[in-house]
């Protein structure tokens, strides 16, 4: 009896460890950027109930995942802003984008409703340099005739943790400023010529609400749950426009993929009638080449990309991201035929 | 039964030398990770340390894009809204601990002191969290228009921009007050188990000779206890010093040096949790870990002095 016990719980232990080993290899561990967790999550949940292979993604920020990335210890890394050619290059790193995103203008001025305010690039420039001080200027007042703009102090609320929000926002600025371009730059976190830092999108969100005169920047997700008020912002081909998922599209349809080495494509002053201007999308970071014993991983990973692709789009626009277009879809693809290796071979989903 | 009995204390004594050996090995583990703390700060800040040199001390220039950081603003912030708490917090502690000892019916002094000790165990993000929602918007409507006001009315004082710009609560001050709120259940609680310690026979005495109860607080109770309220003091320093998360969310986080305690400031603490996740240069790294460096220098020093001043209190006093 005592021996028979003792073969049945071998035999359990046995398979326990079988099934620890499977499951092993059907987990994909992933981390970076904070933009995209939301939706990252949702994907690896639904993923998980269809087909039982874990993903699991950390929110640690771009930097830490390009880290993580670099040094192999997760299997895909996510991060807002992309990694140059050479830079890929250099760390043996393939980079395709999986979600598009908006960063958004939120105001709290008393008497102004969301939608209501117009800037202008150089506006928006001039408030964050510290140059217009007050919602009264006369540059203010001329871009929004028939608005009553009171005589009030204007708070600028940036981000004061680094990310990819920030990234993106100076970006923008960068591209349509020349003196922002020359005083400030283009980075997670920056020298701000003015106003307050707070900590996250909900932290400037939160202190936007709170602080009256206030100006700051969220993503688009951020600023609709908040029911804050947002802005329009004049795009490129000079139209004001509102920002709406319509609009995030139409800049990432005006881009040329195609020509850009590493998928390397800021979608900020993007031209087209419609196109938000400063959308962009996030980017997943896999390396190169991966060793043989690692091609159930690859193989794991790239079937969720493709699935999250395939099927994701309602889930990503539930959550107000943009899903890839399908002819970009097409490319990545390709992209990943062409780029990735396991064991020196090529891999496919 | 002589013999058992040697056998024992044969026993007794290698516990005692194990004990004791465990417990000098406890103590120097302390020492141990204090200091391989502070080389392994040192390596990691030695990149930033060569860079920069004596300039990292003495610019407020914080440039991530362009490599270029200084360490002075987050310096000046960490300081200021310590001298802040300080100020607040003290004269309120030693207040509330001579009202719990001193005057208070006992059942009250209980409540009382178990509901400040209950605001000691409030995580510091909820701290924060209140500060940002309720504490802030309350301070740029109510507390900094009157503040300032007053003391941009009063001639002289009005020349000082210590109130100058708008209030809006994300602020130096907002950050001072809400660190003094933090440290003051610390610094009260320990101020009031100094002065329970106080024995009763010196302070009857004192009042059998007539004293009225000002007195005998200030010539018996808090001349007893310096040693302990001084004490308490610099626990409460210490914990405002390094305080990160409250103070992220009030003080506003911009790498400036400005006289008005209503424009926004940064803290070491409070950067080093900013920028600490998205710095990917090895320059920008070092340099954040410097930054916690010097945090760990000033807590440092501040012990040293502490000390120091605690014997010259005590020589002075006569009680040591």
């Given at each position: 009896?005592?021996?028979?016990?003792?073969?049945?719980?071998?035999?359990?232990?046995?398979?326990?460890?079988?099934?620890?080993?499977?499951?092993?290899?059907?987990?994909?561990?992933?981390?970076?950027a904070?933009?995209?967790?939301?939706?990252?999550?949702?994907?690896?949940?639904?993923?998980?109930?269809?087909?039982?292979?874990?993903?699991?993604?950390?929110?640690?920020?771009?930097?830490?995942?390009?880290?993580?990335?670099?040094?192999?210890?997760?299997?895909?890394?996510?991060?807002?802003?992309?990694?140059?050619?050479?830079?890929?290059?250099?760390?043996?790193?393939?980079?395709?984008?999986?979600?598009?995103?908006?960063?958004?203008?939120?105001?709290?001025?008393?008497?102004?409703?969301?939608?209501?305010?117009?800037?202008?690039?150089?506006?928006?420039?001039?408030?964050?340099?510290?140059?217009?001080?007050?919602?009264?200027?006369?540059?203010?007042?001329?871009?929004?005739?028939g608005?009553?703009?009171?005589?009030?102090g204007?708070?600028?609320?940036?981000?004061?943790d680094?990310?990819?929000?920030?990234?993106?926002?100076?970006?923008?600025?960068?591209?349509?400023?020349?003196?922002?371009?020359?005083k400030?730059?283009?980075?997670?976190?920056?020298?701000?010529?003015?106003?307050?830092?707070?900590?996250?999108?909900?932290?400037?969100?939160?202190?936007?609400?709170?602080?009256?005169?206030?100006?700051?920047?969220?993503?688009?997700?951020?600023?609709?749950?908040?029911?804050?008020?947002?802005?329009?912002?004049?795009?490129?081909?000079?139209?004001?426009?509102?920002?709406?998922?319509e609009?995030?599209?139409?800049?990432?349809?005006?881009?040329?993929?195609?020509?850009?080495?590493?998928?390397?494509?800021?979608?900020?002053?993007?031209?087209?009638?419609?196109?938000?201007?400063?959308?962009?999308?996030?980017?997943?970071?896999?390396?190169?080449?991966?060793a043989?014993?690692?091609?159930?991983?690859?193989?794991?990973?790239?079937?969720?990309?493709?699935?999250?692709?395939?099927?994701?789009?309602?889930?990503?626009?539930?959550?107000?991201?943009?899903?890839?277009?399908?002819?970009?879809?097409?490319?990545?693809?390709?992209?990943?035929?062409?780029?990735?290796?396991?064991?020196g071979?090529?891999?496919?989903? | 039964?002589?013999?058992?009995?040697?056998?024992?204390?044969?026993?007794?004594?290698?516990?005692?030398?194990?004990?004791?050996?465990?417990?000098?090995?406890?103590?120097?583990?302390?020492?141990?990770?204090?200091?391989?703390?502070?080389?392994?700060?040192?390596?990691?800040?030695?990149?930033?340390?060569?860079?920069?040199?004596?300039?990292?001390?003495?610019?407020?220039?914080?440039d991530?894009?362009?490599?270029?950081?200084g360490?002075?603003?987050?310096?000046?912030?960490?300081?200021?809204?310590?001298?802040?708490?300080?100020?607040?917090?003290?004269?309120?502690?030693?207040?509330?601990?001579?009202?719990?000892?001193?005057?208070?019916?006992?059942a009250v002094?209980?409540?009382?002191?178990?509901?400040?000790?209950?605001?000691?165990?409030?995580?510091?993000?909820?701290?924060?969290?209140?500060?940002?929602?309720?504490?802030a918007?309350?301070?740029?409507?109510?507390?900094?228009?009157?503040l300032?006001?007053?003391?941009?009315?009063?001639?002289?004082?009005?020349?000082?921009?210590?109130?100058?710009?708008?209030?809006?609560?994300?602020?130096?001050?907002?950050?001072?007050?809400?660190?003094?709120?933090m440290?003051?259940?610390?610094?009260?609680?320990?101020?009031?188990?100094?002065?329970?310690?106080?024995?009763?026979?010196?302070?009857e005495?004192?009042?059998?000779?007539?004293?009225?109860?000002?007195?005998?607080?200030?010539?018996?109770?808090?001349?007893?206890?310096?040693?302990?309220?001084?004490?308490?003091?610099?626990?409460?320093?210490?914990?405002?010093?390094?305080?990160?998360?409250?103070?992220?969310?009030?003080?506003?986080?911009?790498?400036?040096?400005?006289?008005?305690?209503?424009?926004?400031?940064?803290?070491?603490?409070?950067?080093?949790?900013?920028?600490?996740?998205?710095?990917?240069?090895?320059?920008?790294?070092?340099?954040?870990?410097?930054?916690?460096?010097?945090?760990?220098?000033?807590?440092?020093?501040?012990?040293?002095?502490?000390?120091l001043?605690?014997?010259?209190?005590?020589?002075?006093?006569?009680t040591?």
């Amino acid at each position: 009896m005592l021996k028979r016990l003792g073969v049945a719980a071998a035999g359990a232990a046995a398979l326990c460890l079988c099934g620890a080993a499977a499951a092993q290899g059907k987990m994909v561990n992933g981390a970076g950027a904070s933009f995209p967790f939301p939706i990252y999550s949702k994907w690896a949940h639904k993923y998980n109930g269809l087909t039982g292979v874990k993903v699991n993604y950390q929110s640690i920020g771009s930097g830490g995942g390009i880290n993580a990335i670099k040094n192999k210890t997760v299997d895909f890394a996510g991060s807002d802003a992309p990694l140059t050619k050479d830079e890929l290059d250099k760390a043996g790193l393939v980079q395709f984008p999986m979600v598009i995103g908006g960063v958004t203008l939120v105001v709290n001025v008393p008497g102004v409703q969301p939608g209501e305010m117009k800037l202008t690039p150089s506006l928006l420039a001039d408030i964050f340099l510290g140059k217009i001080t007050k919602w009264n200027d006369v540059n203010l007042a001329a871009a929004n005739p028939g608005l009553k703009l009171p005589d009030l102090g204007i708070s600028v609320v940036h981000r004061s943790d680094g990310s990819g929000t920030t990234w993106l926002f100076t970006n923008y600025l960068d591209r349509v400023s020349v003196e922002w371009h020359t005083k400030v730059g283009c980075e997670k976190s920056v020298k701000w010529p003015a106003g307050i830092g707070a900590k996250g999108n909900e932290g400037v969100a939160a202190n936007v609400k709170t602080i009256r005169g206030a100006i700051g920047y969220v993503e688009y997700a951020y600023a609709l749950e908040n029911k804050m008020c947002y802005t329009q912002m004049r795009n490129r081909n000079g139209n004001f426009v509102q920002p709406t998922i319509e609009a995030f599209i139409a800049a990432a349809a005006n881009a040329d993929w195609k020509s850009a080495p590493g998928f390397y494509m800021v979608l900020t002053d993007q031209p087209g009638a419609q196109s938000w201007p400063i959308t962009g999308a996030s980017f997943i970071l896999m390396q190169k080449e991966r060793a043989a014993k690692d091609l159930e991983t690859v193989q794991s990973a790239l079937k969720f990309f493709d699935w999250c692709f395939a099927h994701g789009a309602d889930m990503a626009k539930e959550l107000h991201y943009v899903p890839m277009p399908e002819n970009v879809v097409e490319i990545v693809k390709a992209y990943w035929a062409n780029e990735l290796t396991v064991g020196g071979a090529k891999v496919t989903p | 039964m002589t013999r058992s009995l040697r056998g024992r204390t044969g026993g007794a004594q290698r516990a005692d030398a194990l004990f004791r050996a465990l417990a000098a090995g406890c103590a120097v583990l302390i020492l141990a990770v204090m200091a391989a703390f502070f080389v392994r700060l040192v390596l990691s800040a030695e990149l930033s340390i060569r860079h920069f040199g004596w300039k990292f001390f003495a610019t407020t220039n914080w440039d991530p894009n362009a490599l270029e950081f200084g360490a002075l603003s987050s310096i000046y912030g960490t300081l200021a809204s310590t001298v802040i708490a300080m100020a607040i917090a003290t004269p309120l502690s030693l207040a509330i601990a001579l009202f719990l000892t001193e005057m208070a019916h006992p059942a009250v002094a209980k409540v009382a002191g178990n509901a400040i000790e209950l605001l000691a165990a409030i995580p510091s993000i909820i701290f924060g969290m209140w500060g940002l929602f309720v504490f802030a918007p309350f301070m740029a409507a109510h507390v900094e228009p009157v503040l300032a006001k007053t003391w941009n009315a009063v001639p002289l004082l009005n020349l000082i921009p210590l109130f100058r710009g708008t209030p809006r609560g994300i602020d130096l001050l907002t950050s001072g007050v809400i660190l003094a709120l933090m440290v003051l259940p610390f610094i009260s609680s320990v101020m009031r188990d100094v002065f329970l310690m106080v024995p009763a026979v010196v302070k009857e005495s004192a009042y059998g000779m007539g004293a009225t109860t000002w007195e005998v607080t200030r010539r018996v109770t808090v001349r007893y206890g310096v040693y302990g309220l001084v004490g308490a003091c610099f626990l409460g320093l210490g914990r405002a010093i390094g305080e990160t998360m409250a103070v992220t969310f009030v003080i506003g986080n911009s790498h400036r040096i400005s006289a008005s305690l209503l424009d926004p400031a940064t803290s070491i603490a409070s950067t080093l949790a900013n920028e600490f996740a998205e710095a990917s240069d090895p320059l920008y790294l070092s340099s954040l870990v410097q930054l916690g460096l010097v945090l760990f220098l000033i807590a440092f020093a501040l012990q040293v002095v502490a000390h120091l001043w605690l014997k010259r209190v005590a020589k002075s006093m006569g009680t040591l």
